[in-house]
């Protein structure tokens, strides 16, 4: 299954309320994966239209301008990422839970064809100074990460798994790091398995 197969088996099915006359979910999901393989800039609202098989007044009836819909695409991207930082406190052991969690978001970013990597950390950065708003979703998906991870090894510590002189506040910054050149790296081509090896590396260098 690809990851834009993924993302739209996930989006589609959660529940919503009246329908309109065109599928707002299915149009979304289309929209998200133009904004992966091109980011915010380089997307125009004829690619859009063609994409979320919607002609361009409808699209700004349903969602408004372009940075309106990308910004509901990074949304829901997000959205799936927070689960993956819940899944974080599903194994007791904590080097395991973050092994799982950075084998799962590989499968995420080398999900497409070509691999795409993460939708946030490789298409935000580069329109966050001309746009505003996105450079705040930027921050609140990097604060929220950061909290998700720090929650994580303080109740490893409380566990007895991880020394008390850790800082779970600067060590959560660098497991984010990682997971940001993870996904750099797979827009240059670097290898699933390579990816998972140095996942690795990181946590056993930080978690210790």
Sequence with gaps: MSIFQFFANEYINMPRGRPREFNEDEAIVAAAELFWR???????????????????PSIYNAFGNKEAIYRKSLAFFCGQLDTAVEALDQDDDVVRGLIAFFDQAIDVYCGGSPPLGCLMVCTAPSEALSHPEVK????????????????????????GQLETTLDPSCTAQLLQATLQTLALRVRAGSTPDDLRKLARCAVQALIR
């Design 136 to 159: 705040g979703d930027l921050k609140d998906l990097i604060a929220r990460l950061d909290e998700g991870f720090a929650r994580r090894l303080v109740r490893a510590q409380a566990d």
């Design 38 to 56: 091109k980011g915010l800039t380089a997307t125009s609202l004829d690619d859009l239209a063609r994409a979320m098989k919607m002609n361009r």
